[in-house]
């Protein structure tokens, strides 16, 4: 799956900006049968992606990708910032 697609799945799990305090993981649904887990931080802000789970059952982390795959780039994917206006 292309690096677009990811991120319109990754998008589409509607994860939060915040969640919790303490550092943990979290597994949202997302369209179609994907799952995505997303990595919050010691504040509980979110910090990154650690991985997409395909309907089919396909694990594609990220992080141990190599720089030369496209979809590695989603390591720095972040949900939109809400507008304050």
Known sequence: MKTQC????????APPPK????????????RDGWKVCFF??????????ERFLSPNGELIEPWTLPETDARSGMRLWSPASLSLH
Do not use: K, Q
């Open 40 to 49: 919050y931080d010691g504040r509980g802000d979110f910090g990154y992606i």
């Open 6 to 13: 990811l991120s319109e799945v990754a998008t589409s799990a």
């Open 19 to 30: 969640h919790g305090n303490y550092a943990h993981f979290v597994i949202l649904p997302a």
